[in-house]
């Protein structure tokens, strides 16, 4: 029997009583597993397997590499974003990058402890926007894909004002080299100045939502795969 701290990325139900769970464990990494009779059990789930509880997951494995997820206990429930549609639809975007971003069975400690501390972070009531954006920056460094913002992804050049940001490059290009490159992101001197500074937990710096939007497009495209929520927060900022 295997035990690891968990979040739930995703619920699938399996016949009348199981469901097909998609985990993010602290040891382990992302896992699949079936949770047999999940939905009539109280005992053994009841009530924790949402995604934004703390939990932590028992589960065993047979030869072949199926897994059988047995039991989860409570650490932590993130209560507000449960109860706040505007911080859940938040809360769902950073789920839905973690699983994106993250393989099947490779541990990620870093982004272990860095999804409690977006999420403690959302449940606080903290601006969603710059929690979001830390996380991002964070998140893509953490699982190989930190974008260059640093000097020109092409010819290696200081960065002037104002950056060209270039989804297919992954990083600024300098303003010769921009022009070969159709589609992408004017990104700010204050932003590349201030993304560091993101780190800090007092850090307050308002930005604005095409960041999020950029660095989302950056995932979506080296990852190749979509964040469905993103439409629900473009409708959320809308609003």
């Known amino acids: 029997m295997k035990i690891s701290e968990a979040f739930l990325i995703r619920k699938v139900e399996h016949g009348e009583a199981d469901y097909v769970l998609t985990?993010?464990?602290?040891?382990?990494?992302?896992?699949?597993g079936l949770a047999k009779n999940a939905k009539k059990s109280r005992k053994r789930f009841g009530g924790r397997l949402e995604p934004f509880v703390h939990l932590r997951a028992r589960f065993r494995e047979r030869p072949g590499g199926t897994k059988f997820i047995e039991d989860s206990e409570t650490i932590e429930v993130f209560s507000t974003l449960m109860e706040d549609i505007g911080l859940f639809t938040w809360g769902s975007f950073i789920l839905e990058n973690v699983d994106a971003l993250l393989p099947e069975e490779e541990p990620n400690e870093g982004m272990f402890d860095?999804?409690?501390?977006?999420?403690?972070?959302?449940?606080?009531?903290?601006?969603?926007?710059?929690?979001?954006?830390?996380?991002?920056?964070s998140a893509l460094s953490l699982s190989g894909y930190k974008p260059d913002f640093d000097a020109c992804a092409k010819c290696g050049d200081a960065?002037?004002?104002n950056a060209f940001f270039s989804i297919q490059k992954g990083g600024v290009l300098c303003d010769d080299?921009?022009?070969?490159?159709?589609n992408g992101f004017r990104v700010s001197k204050d932003f590349l100045r201030q993304r560091d500074l993101m780190s800090s937990p007092n850090h307050n710096l308002e930005m604005s939502f095409d960041y999020v939007k950029f660095l989302l497009k950056f995932t979506e495209y080296h990852t190749g795969k979509e964040i469905r929520?993103?439409?629900?927060?473009?409708e959320l900022i809308d609003d």
Do not use: H, M, W
Request: proline share 4%.
């Open 114 to 137: 860095l999804l409690i501390q977006t999420l403690s972070d959302l449940d606080s009531k903290r601006n969603p926007l710059t929690v979001a954006l830390k996380f991002q920056i």
């Open 159 to 161: 960065i002037g004002e």
């Open 229 to 234: 929520s993103y439409k629900f927060l473009e």
């Open 177 to 182: 080299c921009k022009k070969d490159e159709p």
């Open 23 to 32: 985990l993010f464990t602290k040891d382990f990494g992302k896992i699949r």
